[in-house]
């Protein structure tokens, strides 16, 4: 019998529905980077964990926060022939970061997405950030809820 | 054609197809307990889970026994055994996983992302779940292996961050740092397995095309 009820919650739990959610599938490791580091502090943490953003973290209020890319170092400062050193990331970090709440569907997100023009989206609790999700998220969750047979874009 | 006739037809063959079922859904149930009782810390719940391993070997050998009884042509039973024994080994892993969690206390910093990473053992189990069903109708199983290789890479990178994470913590004595190493190895393995028996999924799709 308790095999039985294990066995039916599965089963209605794995038929195609909804699409999925944003906090299913975020990246909630955010790699930081304060205010007042330098560009070339960025770009080593960026190559040392082979990874292309950093979020600019606000002291006090997040929603403030910015985000520096790889694209930003390299059209905003390499590309220029400035010197990384001398250059801070809140100079450069873009602003302001798009939020996403984590109950969104990622078709919804990836609309945001496009109209906003952006790469990545910061997923937001209340106030606080705690988590983001990059064009990659949204690809593979959208093959996700292909092969789930969830509604899909 | 020759799926349907090696599928759908013959008592023997029935039987096994939904003892095969059986077993995938009462995986996904085990992971789902799972991922509750570590991030309710409910210990009870966790022994439970454990139970559920022995539940799953009682249908993997009733699988076995009557895959050799006679369902399925002599060529496509090693295959479906395989895949069979490679699902009971998550169960194992799954025990094995419980007896470390209860022997250790969890660092709260690494809490949230091992919660995170049992969700998608669930999920996964669940892509398993589909590919067979698919794969009994006959369909195409590239998205369905597809999206199970996503889930395995996205907790592959959890886990590299979570032992990063492991190594900033405080160990005070050799078993402590032992039980937590092997927790985070074996939460962090069961989509490995997964994987490969996805794998067979497709050897089995394959050789009855």
């Known amino acids: 019998m308790v095999m039985f009820l294990l066995i039916e919650d599965v089963s209605q739990s794995v038929r195609g529905g909804m699409g999925m959610k944003v906090k299913e599938f975020m990246t909630t490791r955010i790699e930081t980077i304060g205010l007042d580091k330098s560009v070339y502090d960025a770009v080593e943490r960026m190559v040392d964990r082979r990874i292309r953003s950093l979020l600019v973290r606000s002291p006090g209020d997040e929603r403030k926060s910015g985000v520096i890319t790889a694209r930003d170092v390299v059209f905003k400062v390499l590309a220029k022939g400035l010197d990384p050193n001398k250059i801070k990331v809140s100079e450069i970090a873009s602003k302001p970061i798009i939020s996403i709440d984590q109950n969104m569907e990622f078709d919804e997100v990836a609309k945001v997405m496009g109209e906003s023009n952006i790469a990545r989206a910061f997923v937001f609790d209340n106030d606080r950030i705690i988590g983001v999700v990059a064009l990659m998220d949204v690809m593979a969750a959208t093959l996700i809820a292909r092969a789930r047979g969830e509604h899909v874009i | ?209």
Request: a negative charge; aromatic letters at 10%.
């Open chain 2, 1 to 209: 054609m020759l799926f349907k006739s090696l599928f759908s037809k013959g008592k023997k063959e029935n039987a096994v197809i939904e003892d095969i079922a059986k077993h995938i859904k009462l995986l996904c149930s085990a992971c789902g307990f799972f991922k509750t009782a570590l991030e309710t810390d409910d210990r009870r719940l966790m022994r439970k889970v454990m139970h559920i391993e022995r539940a799953g070997d009682s249908i993997r050998r009733e699988i076995i026994s009557k895959i050799y009884d006679g369902a399925f042509l002599p060529y496509i039973r090693p295959d479906l055994c395989k895949f069979v024994e490679i699902v009971d080994s998550v169960f194992d892993l799954l025990e094995d996983t419980g007896y470390k969690y209860l022997e250790l206390k969890m660092p709260e910093a690494l809490k949230g992302e091992c919660v995170h990473v049992a969700f998608l053992n669930r999920r996964i189990c669940e892509m398993l779940l589909i590919t067979f069903e698919a794969m009994l109708k006959g369909e195409d199983l590239r998205e369905k292996i597809l999206a199970i290789r996503i889930y395995e890479k996205k907790i592959d990178d959890i886990k590299f961050d979570l032992l990063r994470d492991a190594q900033k913590i405080d160990i005070t004595n050799f078993w402590e740092g032992e039980n937590l190493s092997r927790f985070l190895c074996y939460l962090t393995s069961i989509s490995d397995v997964i994987e490969d028996a996805s794998d067979y999924l497709q050897i089995v799709h394959v050789s009855i095309k």
